[in-house]
């Protein structure tokens, strides 16, 4: 069966998104996209030849001939098109954030339960990148002991002026949230920021860089360095310090340059490139899933839920500068996939 796919939001992701089912993966088709500046849709509906219809709102292309549903629209605009997807018993991929608040994740959660089947997947795209996948493989095989101490550093070249300081824990720290909980297989339990020197290559109403700390259940200590006007890279790094020894994310491959007494490797600029593979992966995973066992695969609604729940915390920490709380409760059968 091929996957008949809507897009809602057809921007930088979504176009992206769009590519990849169009181009390069098998089992979908897109068939509908709907954006509220339509001319963006009908720009990628020439550029990729697709046999799709515009629809000028989400609700109409959920009610159209579509399977599922990909949300990739702002951040606040998402739960209120997830919310319509699933109760019309659509399937949905819905980017990160879930929704901006856990406010907004647990009404997707119980408007999810009450369907009776799991039908979203979250675009927490780490968890398919080769690079996590190794670190998840040794960590899982005690290859270093415990682990004891993880630092991180989410680097983007720099962003523009609609970013904002809580931008840095909801938007793009989100990644390390999701991800490292899930490589460690612990719970956080707490979460701290700190503001160093800033860079002057900041626009003057943000934060920027930042420090985080958060700290698990079982006392691990995470360390991640948030700098989105870093200028020279897109550069995501993590390490995971065990009771026998180290892990390192492996850096991206790149052609090695030896000329004029130098030695050199490019590096990325952005997301798209960096993640490539693992959004890929992420796609397969969500039609494999579908097809074999009528839900989509992880990360679940209730992972995007503890990404918000801790990313709220993490928000209130930017505020107060105090070590704040991260309550969570059990993870429900439901989820347990
Ligand atoms: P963008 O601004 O390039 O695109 C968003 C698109 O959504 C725009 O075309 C806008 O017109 C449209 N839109 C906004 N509100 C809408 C609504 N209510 N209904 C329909 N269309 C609407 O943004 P982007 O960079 O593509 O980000 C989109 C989402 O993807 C965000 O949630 C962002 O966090 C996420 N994202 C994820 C990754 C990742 O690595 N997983 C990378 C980039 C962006
Ligand atoms: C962006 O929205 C993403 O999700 C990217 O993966 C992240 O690196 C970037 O910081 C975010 O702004």
Redesign the pocket.
């Known amino acids: 069966m091929t996957l008949k796919m809507g897009v809602?939001?057809?921007?930088?992701?979504?176009r992206e998104h769009i590519e990849r089912i169009t181009k390069r993966i098998s089992g979908a088709e897109i068939v509908a996209l709907?954006?509220?500046?339509q001319e963006?849709a009908e720009q990628i509906i020439r550029d990729f030849k697709l046999d799709a219809q515009f629809f000028a709102t989400?609700a109409e292309l959920i009610a159209a001939d579509v399977d599922a549903v990909i949300v990739?629209?702002?951040?606040p605009?998402?739960e209120?098109?997830v919310l319509k997807a699933i109760e019309a018993g659509k399937y949905v991929f819905c980017?990160?954030?879930l929704a901006t608040t856990a406010e907004g994740c647990k009404r997707i959660i119980d408007a999810e339960m009450k369907q009776g089947k799991r039908l979203l997947q979250v675009?927490?795209?780490r968890r398919y990148d080769a690079g996590y996948q190794m670190l998840k493989q040794a960590l899982d095989a005690k290859e270093i002991g415990e682990p004891l101490m993880l630092s991180c550093q989410h680097f983007n070249p720099q962003v523009d002026e609609n970013y904002t300081t809580d931008m840095a824990v909801v938007?793009t720290l989100i990644?390390e949230i999701d991800v490292l909980h899930w490589l460690v297989d612990d719970d956080y339990e707490s979460i701290q920021v700190f503001y160093p020197k800033q860079t002057k290559n900041k626009l003057s109403h943000l934060k920027d860089p930042q420090i985080v700390h958060l700290v698990t259940k079982s006392g691990i200590s995470i360390h991640a360095e948030i700098f989105v006007n870093c200028g020279y890279a897109y550069d995501i790094q993590c390490r995971v310090v065990g009771e026998d020894g180290i892990l390192s994310l492996p850096e991206v491959s790149s052609l090695g340059i030896r000329k004029d007494a130098k030695r050199s490797e490019n590096l990325l600029m952005d997301?798209k490139k960096r993640?490539m593979d693992a959004?890929d992966n992420e796609f397969n995973a969500f039609i494999n899933a579908i097809e074999k066992t009528g839900s989509p695969s992880y990360p679940t609604a209730w992972d995007g839920y503890v990404a918000a729940v801790t990313a709220d915390a993490g928000v209130k920490a930017q505020q107060s500068g105090e070590v704040e709380k991260i309550d969570l409760p059990e993870t429900p059968d439901f989820y347990r996939i």
């Open positions: 809602v939001g057809t921007g930088a992701i979504g709907s954006d509220i500046h963006n989400d990739s629209s702002w951040g605009a998402h209120e098109t980017e990160k954030p675009g927490f795209m938007d990644h997301w993640f959004y």
